[in-house]
């Protein structure tokens, strides 16, 4: 599941990288594996530590996937990264996925001027991915007139166990017919 949502982020990012508790885990991906700079804190914790190394590196815009969302959609991470391509990264913006089954903050654009609000929301004890949302010029980006409901409910699958992946991988079997 990993391997594909690093498949279809690879050709679209200059750098690539897994964010993770235990990245010794994910050492069959060949990608830099960076631990929790802030351990147990969540993907808010995790958006601070892809922040951080997005200024080491030079970077402008950390695109934050999930690796549990196995069917990503290179089609819907091409609508952000074209979407970002005008606003300025220094200052505090992020570009989250909306439909009509809520926000997307696990398959979203931030830009490297979110560090401080991120880092602040943190330090107040927060850790829901909105907690910084009120430091920052928040872009919800409306998906249902790019992909049709169908696809939405696809991409943004999240896989939490192993019952859940057995069921979505058969869903996605009987929807390709039965020639797959």
Not at 71 to 93: F, K, M, T
Request: aromatic share 8%; with cysteine; net charge neutral.
């Amino acid at each position: 599941m990993v391997r594909r949502v690093a498949e279809v982020l690879h050709p679209r990012v200059r750098r690539l990288c897994l964010l993770a508790n235990r990245p010794e885990l994910y050492g069959f991906l060949g990608l830099p594996a960076l631990p929790d700079r802030l351990p147990g804190r969540g993907p808010l914790g995790g958006l601070a530590t892809a922040l951080a190394d997005l200024r080491q590196h030079g970077g402008r815009w950390a695109l934050l996937a999930a690796g549990d969302m196995p069917w990503v959609s290179a089609a819907a991470v091409d609508l952000l990264l074209e979407l970002a391509g005008p606003l300025e990264a220094e200052r505090p913006v992020a570009l989250v996925p909306t439909w009509e089954q809520g926000d997307e903050p696990l398959l979203a654009l931030y830009s490297r001027g979110c560090q401080a609000a991120v880092e602040t929301a943190l330090a107040r004890g927060q850790s829901r991915m909105n907690s910084f949302y009120d430091a920052a010029q928040v872009v919800f980006v409306p998906m249902e007139p790019y992909f049709p409901i169908s696809a939405l409910q696809r991409i943004f699958l999240n896989v939490n166990t192993f019952t859940d992946w057995c069921r979505a991988a058969r869903r996605e079997k009987d929807q390709a017919g039965p020639d797959s």
